[in-house]
């Protein structure tokens, strides 16, 4: 942690030598994201609800997405860019170096500009929580929290399967952008707007319904059902079969031959 908080200081200086340059990074990623937010503001303001969803119950669950999407895509990024790595032959050189793989591929990248996104996530949880049909109390948050802490292990998990099939195609797969960016679109809505069978998948196979649907029912008030404010403690656990996955590339990489 000392070495990894070391080089998370390094990325932040190198970042602030430039101090214009890093303040329209953050503002561009915060407009990005600010025009998601519009369209389903006025999208709501002239329908009234999306399958009975209302403004502020639509507005927590694309708030828990995008900060759960933010703070993964802020410090896994490596992960995300590991194509790059692999085919420019540079993780030929981390595999001789006497540090850890995963500490060095998070290194690698480290994306502060997202800090825009993450300012726009909160703001529409802040407002979301204000529109709330029931009032929050202090487990509520806490399961707001686990929501939003455990997405991004969710998602962090996505970017290292991404990173993990490198090792055997060499280039990035892009149809995983639907699992990543995708989700990030279509999760701003509560998942059984899509249907049962989506719901299934995203229960069964990617649990993003672990970290967003169900305990986004409980803090709605459509279920009493408190145990379900505690499912985003599942949604890490997709990260050992990532891991596993990671471990099989690894042992199976035979360099890039760059």
Not at 34 to 41: A, D, E, N, P, Q
Not at 220 to 229: E, L, P, S, V, Y
């Amino acid at each position: 942690m000392k070495l990894y908080l070391k080089c998370l200081s390094m990325h932040l200086k190198s970042r602030m030598a430039y101090k214009r340059s890093f303040f329209f990074s953050i503002l561009g990623n915060f407009l990005v994201s600010f025009t998601s937010f519009l369209w389903m503001y006025f999208l709501l303001d002239r329908f009234g609800s999306v399958a009975g969803y209302t403004l502020g119950e639509c507005l927590l669950s694309a708030g828990v997405i995008l900060t759960s999407f933010s703070l993964a895509e802020c410090f896994f990024r490596g992960f995300d860019s590991f194509g790059v790595i692999v085919r420019e032959a540079r993780l030929d050189r981390m595999l001789l170096r006497p540090r850890g793989l995963v500490m060095q591929v998070l290194c690698e990248r480290i994306e502060l500009s997202r800090v825009g996104r993450l300012v726009q996530a909160l703001f529409m949880l802040v407002w979301g929580v204000r529109l709330a049909p029931v009032p929050f109390t202090a487990y509520h948050y806490l399961v707001l929290t686990l929501m939003s802490v455990c997405g991004a292990a969710l998602f962090s998990a996505l970017f290292v399967i991404y990173a993990a099939i490198c090792f055997f195609t060499l280039e990035g797969l892009e149809f995983m952008n639907v699992f990543t960016d995708g989700a990030r679109e279509y999760g701003a809505y509560p998942l059984d707007v899509y249907g049962r069978g989506a719901l299934k998948f995203c229960t069964y196979v990617i649990p993003y319904a672990l970290f967003q649907y169900y305990p986004l029912m409980y803090l709605i008030g459509r279920t009493d059902n408190w145990a379900w404010g505690l499912l985003p403690l599942a949604a890490p656990l997709f990260l050992v079969p990532a891991w596993l996955l990671w471990r099989v590339g690894v042992r199976k990489y035979t360099s890039a031959g760059s």
